[in-house]
């Protein structure tokens, strides 16, 4: 599991990372973050990668931050971690049209992982991103479980949208699949896979979308944290509480 906070008011850190936990802040001091990475009960090694840095491009100060919460191996969180930032920022439109970008940069990395396979495995990934720009604005993408919550004021606002199999029936069963809750008591596309979006997953990918729903909100005053995570943490706390993490 993991949990990566920033506070409105390491050194760069990226990938996954030896050590449990670590801070840092944007280069003008006015925003913190930090992150804790979490072993589940899991019989497998950990899967999840995270990003959180501070970069200048064209002038601006952009804050990346990303939680990937891989399954079935650790390839495709790992090229995500690797790529899904500079294909975000490598779009024409990213300073002009943020929210198409970003779609794009998702669809075109899922392609190019695709593509990959089998270097890459048959496992694949769900994510979640927070770009942030200046310290002034906030954009938010996901695909999958993995969740970002913004406070404002103290109120708990959840900025993505689970990505589920029971939601999202239509359009997996529109592409040929099915969803089942056996084996277990989850809901699986094809009674394999627990969300309805991720990357990778070449043999499940006819059924699935890689396309994120974006959001965006303004970084003012108002704002105390945002609180990037994966689906671990969200089964055992609730928004409120994760805001203390």
């Known amino acids: 599991m993991d949990c990566l906070c920033f506070f409105n008011s390491v050194s760069q850190v990226g ?10 802040r944007s280069h003008q001091g006015t925003v913190k973050y930090g992150f804790s990475l ?14 959180a840095k501070f ?19 650790d390839s495709v969180p790992a090229y995500l971690q ?3 930032f500079p294909n975000i920022l490598k779009e024409d439109e990213f300073w002009t049209d943020p929210n198409r970008s ?9 392609q190019a992982i695709l593509s990959h396979n089998p270097d890459l495995g048959r496992g694949g990934s769900t994510a ?13 993408a996901n695909v999958g479980d993995s969740r970002a919550v913004l406070s404002k004021r103290g109120v708990a606002i959840q ?18 699949g099915f969803v089942s809750n056996m084996p277990g008591d989850v809901a699986r596309v094809n009674g394999q ?4 979006r991720a990357f990778g997953d070449k043999n499940l990918k006819t059924h699935l979308r890689s396309d994120p729903d974006v959001q965006n909100a303004d970084v003012d005053s108002d704002t105390d944290i945002l609180v990037l995570a994966s689906d671990g943490l969200w089964k055992v706390i609730n928004l409120s509480l994760s805001l203390f993490c």
């Open 55 to 73: 970069v200048h491009i064209q002038g601006h100060e952009l804050g990346l931050f990303a939680i990937y919460d891989g399954h079935l191996g």
């Open 193 to 196: 896979l627990a969300v309805s």
């Open 82 to 84: 690797k790529h899904l």
């Open 38 to 51: 979490v072993k589940g009960k899991a019989n497998h090694p950990m899967e999840d990668y995270h990003v």
């Open 102 to 110: 970003i779609s794009k940069a998702y669809e075109r990395t899922d």
């Open 128 to 140: 979640v991103t927070a770009i942030l720009i200046n310290g002034q604005k906030l954009w938010i």
């Open 15 to 24: 990938g996954r990372s030896s050590c449990s936990s670590g801070k840092g």
């Open 159 to 176: 900025m993505t949208i689970d990505h589920e199999p029971n939601t999202e029936r239509g359009s997996i069963e529109d592409r040929g």
